[in-house]
């Protein structure tokens, strides 16, 4: 089994940046999509962004777009998830998972993102 560890969540002002890593052990990430996902109180998981594992391929939800990044480093086993202008919208608990036979199948505990006003 993969076993991933995110790291990086905080509070931030409105406005503010925080950049989220995921951390594999057990196997490596090179030959998978990783995705960040999220959840706010109330409300389902939703998608945030995923990458495919050459980086060649990213996806995001429309409502990160053009603030977050999705990037790897194969050799570090680790995806990154860097979060510009943050909104309060934004909070919520983040995590990352990786795909096994094409569907996401290992999730890490997930890091507390806050966005304060």
């Known amino acids: 089994q993969v076993q991933l560890v995110e790291s990086g969540g905080g509070l931030v002002h409105a406005g503010g940046s925080l950049r989220l890593s995921c951390a594999a052990s057990g196997r490596t990430l090179s030959s998978t999509t990783v995705g960040w996902f999220r959840q706010a109180p109330g409300k389902e998981r939703e998608f945030v962004a995923q990458?495919?594992?050459?980086?060649?391929?990213?996806d995001y939800a429309d409502s990160v777009k053009g603030r977050f990044t999705i990037s790897r480093d194969n050799a570090k086993n680790t995806v990154y998830l860097k979060m510009n202008s943050l909104k309060p919208e934004d909070t919520a608990v983040y995590y990352c998972?990786?795909?096994?036979?094409?569907?996401?199948?290992?999730w890490g505990q997930g890091t507390q993102v806050t966005v304060s006003s």
């Open positions: 998972a990786t795909t096994s036979g094409g569907r996401y199948t290992y």
């Open positions: 990458i495919t594992w050459s980086a060649t391929n990213t």
